[in-house]
T-cell receptor
């Protein structure tokens, strides 16, 4: 099992550009999550999906959209990137006892 | 005020030392608690769950005090490989099982 996979690993954008971060899990989990991690801030929840077909806002949803394409895949879209969105983005899925994280995407917005 | 607060450190300790990390949480409705470990530039991984009765996993001991809303992690006989950031995490429960993370405590074990 690959667990949780994310693409790309690194990305540099210019202000105003758009992009989609991809995430997939092969553990048959219902719940999936997108977090961002900034120095001194810990992980903050952007959006989550409790099950296929549902999505909900987390703590910091502004500037982002998500799509739960199917049970395996949960994508995060930045429609118009801003320098404040420079961060490390982690996707996760939740089993009964723990959340499993992908390796992260390091995004820089210039 | 953050929902989960930790001393950011850094903690620099010699190999073999015992080190303790503390964490407080503000939401009394939090149902479960965990310690995650995050190595530099890597994803967080579950270290251990925290139970009210206290629990031990090898050199690691976790304690929960619901009355004081306080969680601790004790590492005995520190190894170089224990160097990492330790994240205190609270679970709100519900179908989505949302986690709230502390900002982490950085540990460096020195030879």
């Amino acid at each position: 099992n690959a667990g949780v996979t994310q693409t790309p690993k690194f990305q540099v954008l210019k202000t105003g550009q758009s992009m989609t971060l991809q995430c997939a899990q092969d553990m048959n989990h219902n719940s999936m999550y997108w977090y961002r991690q900034d120095p001194g801030m810990g992980l903050r929840l952007i959006y989550y999906s409790a099950s296929e077909g549902t999505t909900d806002k987390g703590e910091v949803p502004n500037g982002y959209n998500v799509s739960r394409l199917n049970k395996r895949e949960f994508s995060l879209r930045l429609e118009s990137a801003a320098p404040s969105q420079t961060s490390v983005y982690f996707c996760a899925s939740s089993g009964p006892n723990e959340q499993f994280f992908g390796p992260g995407t390091r995004l820089t917005v210039l | 005020r953050k929902e989960v607060e930790q001393d950011p450190g850094p903690f620099n300790v010699p190999e073999g030392a015992t080190v303790a990390f503390n964490c407080t949480y503000s939401n009394s409705a939090s149902q479960s608690f965990f310690w995650y470990r995050q190595d530099c530039r890597k994803e967080p991984k579950l270290l251990m769950s925290v139970y009210s009765s206290g629990n031990e996993d090898g050199r690691f001991t976790a304690q929960l005090n619901r009355a004081s809303q306080y969680i601790s992690l004790l590492i005995r006989d520190s190894k170089l490989s224990d160097s990492a950031t330790y994240l205190c995490v609270a679970l709100m429960g519900g179908s989505a099982r949302q986690l709230t993370f502390g900002s982490g405590t950085q540990l460096t074990v020195l030879p």
